[in-house]
């Protein structure tokens, strides 16, 4: 085989075959075609495991989101059990609590009416002294002055 420089430039070379015949080339493509076949099956096959393993790891990696979707869900139902407990028992201590001071604003609401009664009662004494002593006053004042 030679070398010739292509065009422009004379740092690439291409080999160049000397003149062969029609027959040795189309062996030569033949030779060449059962060589392509044969990587061309090789790499098929290649491919195909590839595809086999690609398909059996997406499925391993599927089961295995799903396993860990529903081990979450069980967790986070568990700990949403728990709230929902505390929860109840805040508002069960809450409602006590409330319970307990509107019973005691009941009783002050009682203890206010009975102030407020016995008020009444020493105002409506007073009131009645005020107007005996005025009487009083008053005829003490006619009987003084005429």
Known sequence: MAEEEVKGDPKKKVKTEGKKSVKSLQQGIEAEKQKMGA??????????????DFKSHTKDLKEAALN??????KKMKGKINKFKGEIKAATKLMGDKVDKFKGE????????KGAVAKIEGGVKLLLSEINKTKNDFKSYTKAFWG
């Open 39 to 52: 990587y061309s099956k090789r790499f098929g096959t290649t491919v195909k495991s590839l595809q086999a």
């Open 68 to 73: 860990m979707r529903e081990e979450g869900e």
């Open 105 to 112: 604003i009941k009783d002050q609401i009682k203890e206010n």
